[in-house]
């Protein structure tokens, strides 16, 4: 069996021969090995963004790369630089999001002034681990394939930072409305649908965003949408997933209370619900998302078939937490009032009196005393 410790390396060195990446671009296996066992070894031991994370974010673009849409609009080339996102895109995360970062003003907000403070802080590990002499597998990529490994690693990872999703959920969408428009102009004309790199697309805006290029969007785009894919893979997976990320919310809710600086909306250990959060985030993170997916191609429908059936799951789930708080809540008011405990006196002048009550009373407990020792005396005779 594989050891867990290297279950990424070892599928990404699968993954790369499956592919035929090692041959296409006279990759050295030796290098190709210790760059991914580095990577891995640089991950840290969190519950949720750990090297388990990246080798199954790796796996779910390999299954985005499976898609009829994306065989016919990508190449090896994307496929190398995808899989190198992939791997690296949460390396050396500590646990701790952007915001946590910021407010706290840690080393890597101060470098990276505030501004996807994670995503540029896990580029430029992955950049320097590329540069070491024995971990730089892509030495023999000519200069521009190298520029365009760098442009696209780059891109996508940038891409996984939340703060971006609206803005490029909305685009995808936009993209596909356009596209869909596009292929059903292009039917029995002859003409090939192609997407398009630089001036022609489909959208203004769109244009600006990514100077045209359409193809690096979608990359973008499908790494972002496996990385917060968690809450859609079989509700076991997803039990597990939810949990554990859940516990890197709670922890750095601690840490926000302990700082005295505000707690973020999931991460109060006193008010936390998997299911409540779970029923949130799909319904309008992860199932517009899919559905935007399943439109451009219906290879992707399973995801959003397998969100929905979680999604009834979850808020199941919820509806009994809510059941039970009420339930808890009929019980308390039900409940007679419990008498409110005697005074506690803290007049002192009180104390002062009852002082000397007892030390009037004192003799006459031990004539008391006196009295009782020497009637059991004379009983006893």
Not at 218 to 245: C, N, Y
Not at 305 to 329: C, F, G, I, P, T
Not at 350 to 379: C, Q, V, W, Y
């Amino acid at each position: 069996g594989i050891n867990a410790e290297y279950m990424g390396s070892t599928m990404s060195y699968a993954l790369f021969g499956s592919m035929g990446l090692f041959a296409q671009f006279d990759l050295q296996k030796e290098k190709v090995a210790a760059f991914f066992t580095d990577i891995e070894q640089q991950y840290k031991s969190n519950p949720y963004h750990n090297a388990i994370h990246a080798a199954e974010i790796m796996l779910g673009v390999n299954w985005f790369f499976n898609s009829p849409f994306l065989q016919s609009e990508t190449n090896n080339l994307d496929r190398l630089g995808s899989l190198l996102a992939a791997a690296c895109h949460d390396v050396g995360h500590d646990g701790f999001n952007n915001p946590y970062h910021c407010a706290i003003r840690s080393p890597h907000a101060i470098t990276y002034n505030d501004k996807s403070v994670l995503e540029n802080y896990h580029l430029a590990s992955t950049f320097r681990t590329l540069n070491k002499k024995n971990c730089s597998l892509l030495d023999n990529l000519d200069s521009d394939q190298n520029k365009y490994i760098r442009k696209l690693i780059i891109a996508e990872v940038l891409s996984t930072d939340m703060k971006f999703h609206g803005e490029n959920a909305k685009e995808l969408r936009s993209f596909v409305k356009q596209w869909n428009a596009h292929v059903k102009e292009c039917e029995g004309t002859g003409v090939r649908p192609r997407l398009v790199s630089g001036k022609g697309g489909y959208r203004e805006s769109f244009i600006k965003r990514v100077q045209g290029n359409e193809k690096q969007f979608l990359l973008e785009m499908a790494l972002h949408t496996v990385d917060i894919g968690g809450s859609g893979k079989d509700i076991a997976l997803a039990k597990r997933w939810g949990t554990r990320i859940t516990a890197e919310f709670l922890n750095q809710g601690d840490k926000e209370k302990e700082r005295g600086i505000p707690v973020g909306p999931l991460n109060d250990r006193n008010n936390s619900s998997l299911p409540k959060s779970q029923v949130g985030f799909i319904n309008y993170v992860c199932l517009p998302l899919y559905k935007t997916w399943a439109d451009l191609d219906p290879y992707f429908q399973p995801m959003v078939d397998q969100v929905l059936s979680n999604l009834a799951y979850w808020e199941n789930m919820h509806q009994q937490e809510e059941e039970e708080k009420a339930r808890k809540a009929a019980e308390e008011a039900a409940r007679p009032p419990v008498a409110p405990p005697a005074p506690i006196h803290t007049n002192p002048a009180h104390f002062k009196k009852n002082a000397r009550r007892r030390a009037l009373m004192t003799p006459i407990a031990d004539g008391m005393d006196e009295k009782a020792e020497s009637g059991n005396e004379e009983a006893a005779t």
